[in-house]
């Protein structure tokens, strides 16, 4: 609907990898590392909150262009072997850098790829779900971390053979 004569417009929010969005009253003291404050006209504001600064937020007019290049995500019913074997096909890339790259796979940031490369995607989603909309993100959270299989630290133990995690940058990305 349009406003004021303007065409209509949607908020966009990309979280990135530690961003989350935290609903309080009006005027309570901010949560650490705000980035932006949308305020409510029931008293309440949504704060985004982003420690690492990878989100972000964006006005458009045409929300559906944001999305059109995205990948399906791992857990659409559209997204079976085949349809990823056919965006693999010819990519030379590391898998890891492969399964975080948004327009293959959408969806997928470091944590889940590591996870998702030991076939855990839907039970580490499953258990981390409920710790979601906390400051820290979920993946990041002591509670969190004991849910993964794979160890976020060097020299820590595998979950699989108990020989010591070693800590590669694949692309940029830890792994």
């Known amino acids: ?53 990878l989100g972000s937020m964006r006005v458009v007019e045409d929300e559906a262009s944001l999305f059109r290049e995205l990948a399906p995500e791992p857990l659409d019913p559209v997204f079976t072997p085949k349809a990823l074997a056919d965006r693999l096909s010819g990519k030379a890339a590391p898998i890891k850098a492969l399964l975080c790259d ?42 969190g971390l004991q849910q993964l299989l794979v160890p976020r630290s060097e020299w820590e133990p595998c979950t699989r053979c108990g020989c010591p995690i070693r800590r590669r940058t694949v692309r940029g990305r830890g792994t």
């Open 1 to 53: 609907m349009a406003l004021y004569g303007l065409p209509a417009r949607t908020l966009v929010l990309y979280l990135g990898m530690t961003g989350s969005l935290i609903v309080q009253p009006t005027g309570q003291d901010l949560p650490s590392h705000t980035r932006n404050i949308l305020l409510l006209q029931d008293g309440f504001e949504v704060c985004f909150a982003d420690p690492r600064n």
């Open 102 to 143: 948004q327009a293959l796979v959408a969806g997928i940031g470091n944590i889940y790829a590591d996870e998702a490369l030991r076939q855990r995607l839907t039970e580490d989603i499953a258990a981390l779900e409920p710790m979601a909309g906390s400051v820290s993100p979920p993946t990041e959270s002591e509670s």
